[in-house]
């Protein structure tokens, strides 16, 4: 069961994907006929004038595609015409535009007609009889459809569409996202000046996370367990005092002292709790979360399907970003319930986690959501956010897990 439903997902992002595609290649078709009018005016020595503007069009259509592909996008395109055409990057998007056009349209078109026809002609026994016998010819059948079983025979061509979503969706993905991922993505050079860039950053926010866990540590300790230690001191030496003139007193100075040591190891386990959870250790990734939906305020479902161990680092990471997130949940979102799944594919861990609340969830507006960006980030992961308003709210994580 648990394939089927794989399956059918990864069937439904197929679509999903191909008919994204189909826009870029929509935006690229208008892209591809200004640059062709463009070209026409070069004959008249107008079009000069107007072809930097032109591939500058088309490097808008083409980071389109590159946010769509996760791509790294490259800088400005130069200002003059002859400078632009000597640019590698306007070359190789400028073939990306002809493949992409054309390759790319036809997939997203695939993408679209087949869950389309698959729903009309599978339905189409139930309602054929009520359209005219002169217009009753259905889709991908090119004569007309008069009785039964010619509906029937109609049906199996939309079990055919099913199977080719089911069974060719993500390799027409492939098809249609190969331009774009060979062709759209920086010289190696570029790449690694980005990568550097980038690493630089995410290195600077894993020195801001630490030092603000440092801070965090260093406040409950402070604010807490040494407050709770100081007033353990006073009261033994109160006790101390007391110990001669007014013996019940001072029992009951030791039982005060006592309840605060108590209080001040429980706040020291908490803290240690902070730094790493001892539950990863004792049941692993997947008992720790359902020990926090079960503690979370708004029910909860755990769905994790990650074989074997992620590093220690990894597994907090997860545990603290879907332990923020549930406690965001319960305070902020007004939902009746929640969803965290986890995933693994290859070397990435895959958090979702979804409520159906209100949404409107910002990371400027003090719920947390900026802390977890860091934490994630400090690990060369992502996040990303989906709150409209109204709802619902899905936070997805990416983080690097190993082979």
Not at 31 to 45: D, E, H, P, Q, S
Request: glycine share 10%.
């Amino acid at each position: 069961m648990t394939r089927v439903r794989k399956r059918l997902r990864a069937s439904f992002d197929a679509v999903a994907r191909l008919v994204g595609g189909l826009g870029t290649a929509l935006l690229a078709l208008a892209a591809f006929l200004w640059l062709g009018v463009v070209v026409l005016l070069c004959c008249v020595g107008v079009g000069v004038l107007l072809l930097p503007a032109a591939l500058r069009a088309l490097r808008a259509v083409a980071n389109r595609e590159r946010v769509r592909l996760d791509v790294l996008a490259p800088g400005p395109v130069p200002r003059r015409a002859r400078d632009a055409l000597r640019d590698v990057t306007v070359r190789r998007e400028l073939a990306w535009l002809l493949l992409h056009v054309t390759v790319g349209s036809a997939a997203g078109f695939i993408g679209l007609a087949a869950p389309a026809t698959a729903l009309q002609n599978t339905t189409y026994p139930l309602w054929y009889h009520r359209l005219p016998p002169d217009d009753n010819t259905p889709s991908l059948i090119p004569w007309a459809v008069t009785n039964l079983t010619g509906a029937l025979a109609v049906s199996l061509t939309g079990v055919l569409c099913v199977v080719v979503i089911v069974g060719l969706g993500p390799s027409l993905v492939r098809v249609q996202e190969w331009p774009g991922r060979h062709l759209l993505t920086p010289p190696a050079g570029t790449d690694l000046s980005l990568r550097v860039a980038e690493l630089t950053a995410t290195r600077a926010a894993a020195l801001d996370a630490h030092a603000a866990e440092l801070r965090r540590i260093e406040r409950s300790l402070h604010d807490g367990t040494q407050n709770r230690l100081v007033a353990v001191t006073v009261l033994l030496g109160a006790a101390r005092r007391a110990v001669d003139r007014d013996p019940a007193a001072a029992v009951d100075v030791l039982d005060r002292a006592q309840d605060a040591a108590e209080q001040a190891l429980a706040e020291l386990r908490a803290v240690v709790r902070g730094i790493l959870p001892p539950v990863l250790a004792d049941r692993g990734l997947a008992g720790a979360l359902a020990g926090l939906a079960g503690s979370c305020g708004v029910p909860c479902e755990v769905v994790v399907d990650v074989p074997g161990r992620c590093a220690a680092s990894v597994e907090a990471t997860a545990y603290f970003v879907v332990a923020e997130a549930l406690s965001n949940v319960a305070k902020h979102s007004g939902a009746a319930s929640a969803v965290v799944e986890v995933g693994r594919e290859r070397d990435r861990l895959l958090l979702r986690i979804s409520d159906d609340g209100r949404g409107g969830a910002d990371e400027r507006g003090g719920s947390g959501l900026s802390g977890i960006r860091r934490r994630i980030e400090a690990y060369d992961g992502r996040l990303t956010l989906d709150s409209p308003p109204g709802g619902p709210t899905t936070i997805e994580v990416d983080l690097p897990c190993g082979s």
